[in-house]
């Protein structure tokens, strides 16, 4: 996955063109090892900013947050199995759900990677 | 104004991740949580645990009063767990508390080092607290002994659980008790500030693996261990926790003794249990538990065993006697069935 095209949320989640989203490098770090993932229903009508999922890890609760508003049509269902993809391969593997877009304009609303990096302060 | 213990500059250079734990700063982990617990499970880990207060007091009357054990039962080099506890029979800390060749040396939690030095300096004036010169670390996991008798001087092997003896570890001088809050075999000791960044240093270069806040308390919870703010408090009692045999009921007089007596009178208003989920919900401290449509207790701890592949908890039901009806735990306002499980979840192998 080419990070320099997602785009970046203040909660930490990532989202590309066509709708794929997941948590960043930085929030599974924080997290820690991640051993249960919540997972949003197909077909789930989402608005941008509300809970989409949670990620549990062994010392806490995370919620995941859509960056865009739309419809889940997607969802990975590798993450119930291995969790940990998430921790491994958070841009790759561990995604978490794809959305159709109502609303793609809101991508500009959104961090570039070099915004985010300064963001976490990198 | 946080806290560091000696081995902060180690921790940091180390690359792990720091909290605030009890008004001191100490890594949660440094790579990850769960591969530290599996390390100290299957061969060794290495804890700093130089947050706890440490206490010595010559007073022996002044111990009894306070203490819910009885320390007149020790031999010297022994340690015993206790509890000191409030007018309620609430536990005010739990403590380790060994007798030495003249004095006692009391192991409390950091959270309550101050409030526990307090009670007993008020009767022992000559009573110290020994942050300024005194550090802990532990060690532990199946390979602790070996490690152990490579870097100490001496012979280890008749050193029983909860035995303590004065030994230098590559050659610094320290107090080692054979004991620990993982489960496992292991060492806690007890050393110098200055010297603990070497031994601490020397440990990990022999094969232990550095180990955060996050593991230990993984570790604890698998081994059905208390933890202060969780399972005891200054609103429950020993009892309560399941902790009958020791409180020494035919001492004369010791802090929280009637309440105690009211307790075994009138039965236990609460008791802890240990559970497992059925499913993938994550039990944590203060989720509600329910015996069949009735909200009938909280949990105290929870967390995903690495061991056993499952999540598990301890908890608080109302009640002296083991539940009426099907158990659940409600995680993010979905009911979870669960099913008790004895304690401790986790028994290591006999040595």
Same mark, same amino acid.
């Given at each position: 996955?080419?990070?320099?095209?997602?785009?970046?949320?203040?909660?930490?989640?990532?989202v590309?063109?066509? !709708?794929?989203? !997941?948590?960043?490098?930085?929030?599974?770090?924080?997290?820690?090892?991640?051993?249960?993932?919540?997972? &949003?229903?197909?077909g789930?009508?989402?608005?941008?900013?509300?809970?989409?999922?949670?990620?549990?890890?062994?010392?806490?609760v995370?919620?995941?947050?859509? &960056?865009?508003?739309?419809?889940?049509?997607?969802?990975?269902?590798?993450?119930?199995?291995? &969790?940990?993809?998430?921790?491994?391969? &958070?841009?790759?593997?561990g995604?978490?759900?794809?959305i159709?877009?109502?609303?793609?304009s809101?991508?500009? !609303?959104?961090?570039?990677?070099?915004?985010?990096?300064?963001?976490?302060?990198? | 104004?946080?806290?560091?213990?000696?081995?902060?500059?180690?921790?940091?250079?180390?690359?792990?991740?720091?909290?605030?734990f009890?008004?001191?700063?100490?890594?949660?982990?440094?790579?990850?949580?769960?591969?530290?617990?599996?390390?100290?499970?299957?061969?060794?880990?290495?804890?700093?645990?130089?947050?706890?207060?440490?206490?010595?007091?010559?007073?022996?009357?002044?111990?009894?009063?306070?203490?819910?054990?009885?320390?007149?039962?020790?031999?010297?080099?022994?340690?015993?767990?206790?509890?000191?506890?409030?007018?309620?029979?609430?536990?005010i800390?739990?403590?380790?508390?060994?007798?030495?060749?003249?004095?006692?040396?009391v192991? $409390?939690?950091?959270?309550?080092?101050?409030?526990?030095?307090?009670?007993?300096s008020?009767?022992?004036?000559?009573?110290?607290?020994?942050?300024?010169?005194?550090?802990?670390? $532990?060690?532990?996991?199946?390979?602790?002994?070996?490690?152990?008798?490579?870097?100490?001087?001496?012979?280890?092997s008749?050193?029983?659980?909860?035995?303590?003896?004065?030994?230098s570890?590559?050659?610094?001088?320290c107090?080692?008790?054979?004991?620990?809050?993982?489960?496992?075999?292991?060492?806690?000791?007890?050393?110098?500030?200055?010297?603990?960044?070497?031994?601490?240093?020397?440990?990990?270069?022999?094969?232990?693996?550095?180990?955060?806040?996050?593991?230990?308390d993984t570790?604890? @919870?698998?081994?059905?261990?208390?933890?202060?703010?969780?399972?005891i408090?200054?609103?429950?009692?020993p009892?309560?926790?399941?902790?009958?045999?020791?409180?020494?009921?035919?001492?004369?007089?010791?802090?929280?003794?009637?309440?105690?007596l009211?307790?075994?009178?009138?039965?236990?208003?609460k008791?802890? @249990?240990?559970?497992?989920?059925?499913?993938?919900? @994550?039990?944590r401290?203060?989720?509600?538990?329910?015996?069949?449509?009735?909200e009938?207790?909280?949990?105290?701890?929870?967390?995903?065993?690495?061991?056993?592949?499952?999540?598990?908890?301890?908890?608080?039901?109302q009640?002296?006697?083991a539940?009426?009806?099907?158990?659940?735990?409600?995680?993010?306002?979905?009911?979870?069935?669960?099913?008790?499980?004895?304690?401790?979840?986790?028994?290591?192998?006999?040595?």
């Amino acid at each position: 996955m080419d990070t320099s095209k997602l785009r970046y949320s203040k909660d930490h989640e990532w989202v590309s063109e066509a !709708g794929l989203l !997941g948590v960043t490098d930085h929030a599974q770090s924080e997290l820690g090892d991640v051993v249960f993932v919540e997972l &949003p229903k197909n077909g789930k009508e989402i608005k941008a900013l509300s809970e989409i999922g949670v990620l549990e890890s062994v010392k806490a609760v995370s919620n995941v947050y859509s &960056p865009v508003s739309g419809t889940v049509v997607e969802i990975n269902q590798e993450l119930s199995s291995s &969790p940990d993809l998430i921790n491994k391969d &958070p841009y790759g593997k561990g995604w978490i759900a794809r959305i159709k877009m109502s609303d793609p304009s809101e991508l500009n !609303g959104l961090m570039s990677e070099e915004e985010y990096s300064k963001f976490i302060g990198r | 104004m946080p806290q560091k213990t000696p081995l902060y500059d180690l921790h940091l250079a180390a690359g792990s991740k720091i909290v605030d734990f009890a008004g001191w700063l100490l890594p949660v982990q440094y790579k990850s949580i769960i591969e530290e617990h599996k390390a100290v499970r299957a061969k060794a880990g290495v804890f700093d645990i130089g947050h706890m207060g440490q206490i010595i007091s010559k007073d022996t009357d002044a111990l009894q009063y306070l203490t819910a054990n009885d320390v007149s039962t020790l031999d010297v080099f022994r340690g015993q767990y206790s509890f000191m506890c409030n007018e309620k029979g609430g536990v005010i800390d739990d403590l380790i508390i060994y007798r030495m060749e003249d004095s006692y040396f009391v192991v $409390a939690n950091a959270v309550n080092a101050h409030s526990v030095f307090s009670r007993i300096s008020k009767k022992d004036r000559d009573a110290k607290l020994l942050y300024q010169e005194m550090t802990a670390i $532990a060690l532990q996991g199946p390979d602790s002994f070996a490690l152990m008798k490579n870097l100490s001087k001496g012979d280890l092997s008749e050193l029983k659980h909860r035995q303590i003896k004065r030994t230098s570890v590559s050659g610094r001088d320290c107090l080692i008790s054979r004991s620990g809050y993982s489960g496992e075999d292991g060492f806690e000791i007890f050393l110098k500030n200055k010297d603990c960044p070497f031994v601490w240093s020397e440990i990990v270069k022999n094969g232990a693996i550095p180990c955060g806040l996050g593991s230990r308390d993984t570790l604890r @919870i698998e081994a059905g261990l208390p933890l202060y703010g969780h399972e005891i408090d200054e609103d429950t009692t020993p009892f309560e926790a399941g902790y009958i045999k020791t409180v020494k009921m035919e001492k004369t007089k010791f802090s929280g003794k009637e309440a105690l007596l009211r307790q075994q009178k009138d039965g236990l208003p609460k008791h802890l @249990i240990g559970f497992e989920v059925i499913g993938k919900a @994550i039990p944590r401290q203060g989720y509600k538990i329910f015996e069949g449509d009735k909200e009938s207790g909280y949990v105290t701890s929870g967390t995903f065993s690495p061991c056993l592949d499952r999540p598990i908890g301890m908890g608080y039901i109302q009640g002296p006697l083991a539940e009426q009806g099907e158990l659940s735990v409600e995680v993010r306002g979905n009911r979870h069935a669960i099913r008790e499980v004895r304690l401790p979840f986790y028994r290591r192998k006999p040595l």
